[in-house]
């Protein structure tokens, strides 16, 4: 049951912050900016977010219209269960999965989360027992290439293992998509039909986030209890609006100069939020040249947070503790309609519109320019050390460089005043997780803020902020040979082509943009993780 007695709360433990917060409370409350947002006032963001905003604000009350889908959740549950199926793969990318990602870890409950173009990861989940598994198909528009991908490798693999493919297919999409059309076409077992006025980054309440989660086990309904418990928190035109004092206190820090948010968990109980809401505040903010950087750590005491400059604000997701300056505390359900209440807010305290994500496609063409090309000439590395093949942006590395230690300095020295290194790795998040040392180490060597996400699945997240955002940042690209590819049926491409096209791709518009950018390529992956981490000791 869900502990609705426990409320969302904000603790602004840093004095000045406070005193700099307090005003600009007074001001959204005098402006009746919360009661606005929950009565779905498009007009909050100004004139050129308006068209937009309409059809972007039905997420405020999720917690009551999504009631319904419970019982329809509860019982195709109940039906997949008596046939013995209790495995439950999911397909998506953003919103899609991250929400179910963090709501089945927080319970205990298993979901293979598929949001990867990476073979080998795709065919781990392909190798488990295929007689008790249904795949959900998630994607609001309806068209996102990786889930299409994962549909199709997984309706061949049904077929070739005796299973009708549309007996373990389920849909969740907007009314009306491509994706919608086909299932039903197909006859795929459920299709579920999600609110077309939510936002992927604003869906985590939705279908998208409890049909998965639900068919997995967790406890959806408690879920939907703790968001109803903390709306008339979030709504109210009062000084002690806990959203309004979050998003009021993440301007007042950005307006002079912290434009990142630094966020560990500091024993809240909840599992993966920060990778939750790092999609939520990037796609949301990261545009204009302007918004807030999320920066995801994997503890109080981890580089970045212990140490956060002036450039960036440590917030704790639990009760602030160490380097933190405020921190945000409550039930799953509760802090989940905080945050996307005070990142709404927050667009408005930038004159951004939160609801639009208006960079993300430029990646998108490129990789499917380059998978129109497959045969394409990627280029030839600059150098090889050892397991490790350097490509570096065309002016980056200075003449008579010859190692991988002298090609990171070069990379960490491109970086400005107050800039971040971003870690891209495209690469199977399961088998070479190893990975995510890399970003604790190179916080640690280079004293910048620095991201780490899995590719593609962070195109999805930070991707928006990498283009629209404080033009400030560094790429380090990670990734690796392929030793068995996956074919996807019925596409002229194979998984491993796609993710190769989609790490390229990105990292074109990324220097189109002028950033610097290096990418590793790793001929073995794990002794090629193991190589970077021991040299980036040796980065002077």
Known sequence: MADVSAEVAVSIVDERLAEETAPLVEQLVAERVGSRLAGRDHTLWG???????????????????????????????????????????????????????????????????????????????????LDRTVLVVSSKSGTTVETDSHRRIFEKAFGDNGIAPASRIVVVTDPGSPLDEAATAAGYRRVFRADPNVGGRYSALSAFGLVPSGLAGADVAALLDEAAAAAPLLSVDSAENPALRLACAIGAAHA??????????????????????????????????????????????????????????AVAIGKPEGAARLGTDGPLGGLMLLWEY??????????????????????????????????????????????????????????????LAQALRALLDGAPAHGYLSVQAYLDRIEDASAIVLRPELARRSGLQTTFGWGPRFLHSTGQYHKGGHQNAVFLQLTGAVEHDLEVPGRPYTLGTLQHAQALGDGQVLIGHGRPLLRLHLTDRLAGIAHVARVIQEVE
């Open 256 to 313: 002079r100069g912290a434009e990142k948010v630094v966020l560990a968990d500091t024993g809240s109980g909840i599992k993966g939020f920060g990778d939750w809401a790092e999609q939520l505040i990037a796609e949301s903010t990261g545009k204009n040249g302007t918004g807030v950087l999320p920066v995801v750590v994997e503890g109080p005491d981890a580089p970045g947070f212990a140490d956060a400059g002036s450039d960036a604000t």
């Open 342 to 403: 005070a990142t709404a807010v927050t667009g408005r305290l930038l004159a951004i519109n939160p609801f639009d994500q208006p960079d993300v496609e430029a990646a998108k063409k490129a990789a499917r320019a380059l998978l129109d090309a497959p045969t394409a000439e990627t280029g030839r590395p600059v150098l090889v050390d050892g397991p490790v093949e350097v490509h570096a942006a065309e002016g980056l590395l200075p003449a008579g460089t010859q190692t």
């Open 47 to 129: 004139p050129e977010a308006e068209a937009e905003a309409r059809i972007r604000l039905a997420w405020t009350d999720l917690h009551e219209t999504s009631r319904p889908l419970l019982a329809e959740i509860d019982a195709l549950r109940a039906e997949l269960r008596a046939e013995g199926l209790d495995r439950i793969v999911l397909a998506g990318m953003g919103g899609s999965s991250l929400a179910p990602e963090v709501i089945t870890s927080t319970a205990g409950v298993p979901l293979v989360v598929l949001d990867t173009t990476d073979p080998g990861q795709v065919a781990d989940a392909l190798a488990g027992d």
